[in-house]
């Protein structure tokens, strides 16, 4: 439906519209299933049972220039053998799109290359965390498997490596405000929370918490939530951390990528400044939101 509403529209400006498709290869990316983007019961690109005739109908619609086909199996992935599998099936997919006389251009190919978020940071007083991903793949190796395999097809390589690029060069800093001891746990309520970041109540990721100033005061476990009206306002849940009271400040870890970009103003929560840090200077790049602002 998406290529004839193009198609239609291109016709009534009298211009060539440039498309690529996406397809949808079903391959399982290993990554939480709310960031999987490339199996069968997910919402996004053409199931591979209808690729062909979407290129054969699309490559017959009036003011259409079919020049690539696109692919993202999922986001945070950790191995690359998910990637080989997308490889090999775009590979065979171009060599029959290519039967039918359309010239392909461009394969992009997606991203989701992953990063490490746990443990980014050691020290004696700073616990370590079990991690269950035993080996990150580096950007490097997930590109060269990539190129490998694509190279003889004579095309333009697009990636999209976005989070492999920017996710640990951020982090959110935030205050304790106060601590509360419930029956059943230690809450350590901060200035900041879901609104700031989103991850951790969107699919429960997790962010290391590191206090910025770090002291031999052995570990308590707590849960480190914000003050916003929801339960799942949390940065952190069971999370084992030196003792922390009201005025401390900590660093939340690997905020680089869908940080910012994922807050909001909900609860008329004001986003944080934005300081730039470039070696020993500092330069404010987004000033504090304003009260006002939220009435703009």
Same mark, same amino acid.
Request: charged content about 25%; proline content about 4%; overall charge neutral.
């Given at each position: 439906?998406?290529?004839?509403?193009?198609?239609?529209?291109?016709?009534?400006?009298?211009?060539?519209?440039?498309?690529?498709?996406?397809?949808?290869?079903?391959?399982?990316?290993?990554?939480?299933?709310?960031?999987?983007?490339?199996?069968?019961?997910?919402?996004?690109?053409?199931?591979?049972?209808?690729?062909?005739?979407?290129?054969?109908?699309?490559?017959?619609?009036?003011?259409?220039?079919?020049?690539?086909?696109?692919?993202?199996?999922?986001?945070?992935?950790?191995?690359?053998?998910?990637?080989?599998?997308?490889?090999?099936?775009?590979?065979?997919?171009?060599?029959?799109?290519?039967?039918?006389?359309?010239?392909?251009?461009?394969?992009?190919?997606?991203?989701?290359?992953?990063?490490?978020?746990?443990?980014?940071?050691?020290?004696?007083?700073?616990?370590?965390?079990?991690?269950?991903?035993?080996?990150?793949?580096?950007?490097?190796?997930?590109?060269?498997?990539?190129?490998?395999?694509?190279?003889?097809?004579?095309?333009?390589?697009?990636?999209?490596?976005?989070?492999?690029?920017?996710?640990?060069?951020?982090?959110? =800093? *935030?205050? !304790?405000?106060? %601590?509360?001891?419930?029956?059943?746990? @230690?809450?350590? /309520?901060?200035?900041?929370?879901?609104? $700031?970041?989103?991850?951790?109540?969107?699919?429960?990721?997790?962010?290391?918490?590191?206090?910025?100033?770090?002291?031999?005061?052995?570990?308590?476990?707590?849960?480190? =939530? *914000?003050? !916003?009206?929801? %339960?799942?306002?949390?940065?952190?849940? @069971?999370?084992? /951390?030196?003792?922390?009271?009201?005025? $401390?400040?900590?660093?939340?870890?690997?905020?680089?990528?869908?940080?910012?970009?994922?807050?909001?103003?909900?609860?008329?929560?004001?986003?944080?400044?934005?300081?730039? =840090?470039?070696?020993?200077?500092?330069?404010?790049?987004?000033?504090?939101? @304003?009260?006002?602002?939220?009435?703009?």
């Amino acid at each position: 439906q998406e290529i004839k509403v193009i198609s239609e529209i291109a016709h009534k400006l009298g211009v060539i519209a440039r498309i690529s498709i996406r397809v949808n290869p079903d391959i399982d990316a290993k990554t939480h299933p709310y960031i999987t983007t490339g199996m069968k019961e997910n919402k996004f690109g053409i199931d591979s049972k209808d690729i062909m005739d979407v290129f054969k109908t699309a490559n017959e619609l009036p003011n259409i220039d079919l020049i690539g086909i696109h692919s993202h199996i999922g986001s945070q992935i950790t191995e690359v053998n998910p990637y080989i599998e997308a490889v090999k099936y775009l590979g065979d997919l171009i060599e029959k799109v290519e039967k039918l006389g359309i010239n392909i251009r461009y394969i992009n190919f997606g991203g989701g290359f992953g990063v490490q978020y746990k443990n980014i940071l050691t020290h004696r007083y700073i616990p370590t965390e079990d991690d269950e991903t035993t080996r990150y793949s580096p950007l490097g190796e997930h590109v060269e498997s990539v190129l490998k395999m694509l190279s003889s097809y004579n095309k333009k390589l697009v990636i999209e490596p976005g989070r492999s690029l920017v996710a640990n060069a951020g982090i959110l =800093v *935030g205050k !304790v405000l106060y %601590t509360k001891q419930g029956e059943l746990k @230690k809450f350590i /309520i901060t200035d900041t929370g879901m609104n $700031d970041l989103m991850r951790p109540c969107l699919y429960q990721a997790y962010h290391q918490v590191v206090p910025t100033a770090l002291k031999d005061t052995g570990f308590e476990t707590v849960d480190i =939530v *914000g003050p !916003v009206c929801e %339960t799942s306002d949390f940065l952190a849940t @069971k999370r084992s /951390i030196q003792v922390m009271n009201r005025g $401390d400040r900590f660093a939340v870890l690997t905020t680089g990528a869908y940080g910012y970009s994922l807050s909001s103003n909900y609860n008329a929560r004001l986003r944080p400044a934005e300081v730039l =840090v470039d070696g020993d200077k500092h330069y404010l790049i987004r000033e504090r939101e @304003k009260v006002e602002e939220l009435h703009i």
